[in-house]
C-alpha cells in the first residue's frame, strides 16, 4: 500500500513539473530530504525516483527556457570551487573506488544547489520550497516526538534507514536546522488552524530533539531557542513558556537520559570514550591534510584504517564528526577555506537582506526569513562542529535561500535607483520607468 501510494504522489508530481518545471525541483528536493523511498517495503525501493525525478526537471526546465546561469554571490562562487577541488582530491584519494561513491553522492548535491540558486527568484517559489523542507523533515520531528512522549523518552530517536539523518545525533541536528523555517511559516500563514498546526509541530520537533539523547544537538537547540528568545517581542512571555514546555519535557526524561547528559563531564577529564575518539579523528585529518598539503585523503578517506593507524597505532578508526575537520581531512585547506567562506556568506546574505528590507514596506517577510534562516544557519554551524554533515543538502538549501533573498532585495535597489534617475531627468530625455517588484507582485509568480 505504501509503495502504490509513494508512486501515485510520484506520478502527480511529475505531471506537475511537465506544467510548471520548477515542480520538478521541488520533488527532487522531497525525494532528496525526506527519502519516503526508505519507508516503503515492496516495488518502489528499487524504482530510482530521484534520478527520474532529476531528469525530467532539467528537461522541462530546458525546454521551457527557465534554466538560466546562477546568480553571482560568495556562495555560487565557493561551491563552484568546492566541487572542481573535491573532484581533485577525489582523482587523487588514498583509495579513489572508496571515495568516488561518496564524491558522486556529493556531487548530486551541489547540482540540486546550482539548479536552486538558478531557479529559486520569487517568494511563492522560495515559499515553495520552504514547505517542502520543513514538511520533509517536520514529518520525522513530529513522529519522533509522538514516539518519546509515548514511551516516555527511553528511547532513542532514530531517522530513516540509509539516509544521513538515520543517526540519531544528526537527524536531531537537522531537526535544529528546519525549527526557524517551521516558525517563519507559522508567522506568516493566514490561516489560524495551520498556525496551530505548525506550533503543535515545534513542540512535538523539540521533543523528539531532546528524546534524542544528542548531547551536541541538544546544546544547538538552546543556543537556537537563545537567539529566537533575543530576536522576539515577547521576552517574558516566551521565556515563560519556553521554561515550562521545556521543564515538563526534561522532567519526563528517565535516568538514562541524564546519565547521557552528565558524561559531558567525562569527555572535559578526558574520560568519554565517545569523545575521545572525535579527538582523535580530529587529530588524524590535521595531521594528514598537514603532511599531504594542499590536498587531503578524498572523501571519507581519512577514517580508513590504513590512514588513522598510521597516525594512531592500535586505535579504531572514527569519522570526522566535525563538518571542518571533515572537509580539511578529506580535501585539505584550501577547501576548508571555502567551505568556510561558503557558510558565512549564508550569514551575510540573510544579514545584508534583512538590513536592506527594513527601508521597504510590505517587506516583513523577507526580514523574518532572513532572521530565522541565519539562526538556523548559527544552531546548525555550532552542532556540526561535532557531526560528520559537510555535504547535507538541507544545509546546502538554506544556503541558496540566502542567496536568493540577498538578490530580491539587491533587484529590488536596482529598479528604484532606475526609478529615481529616470525622475530626475528632464521632460524630454524621460523613458517609462521599470515597474518596481513589490512583495504582491513577486508573491503570485510561480
Known sequence: MRDLVLVACFLACLGLTIRYPFAGILTWAW???M??????YSFAQSIPLNMIASVVA????????????????IVTAMAGFLVVWTSLTTVTAFNVAWSYVYWLIAFKTFVLLFLILATATTKARLHALIWVIVISLGFYGVKGGVFSILHGGNYKVWGPPNTIIYDNNQLALALVLVLPLMNYLRLHSANRLLRLGLSAAMLLQLLAVIGSYSRGSILALAVMLALLWWSSRNKITLAVLGALVIGTALAMMPDGFWERMNSVNSAVAGEDVSFQGRVDAWYVATAYAIDHFPVGAGFYGPQLPAIFNQYLPDHEPHAAHSIYFQVLGEHGFPALLAYLAMLAGGLLNFRHAARAARAWPGWGWLIDLSRMGGVGLLSFYLGAAALSMAYYDVLFTLLAISVAARRMVDLHKAEIAAALRHASRPAS???????LPFPDRTSNAA
Open 31 to 33: 525525494l532528496s530530504f
Open 35 to 40: 527519502a519516503p523511498h526508505q519507508s516503503v
Open 58 to 73: 532539467v528537461t522541462m526546465l530546458v525546454i521551457k527556457g527557465e534554466l538560466r546561469w546562477p546568480p553571482s554571490n
Open 429 to 435: 530625455d524621460a523613458v517609462a520607468p521599470p515597474s
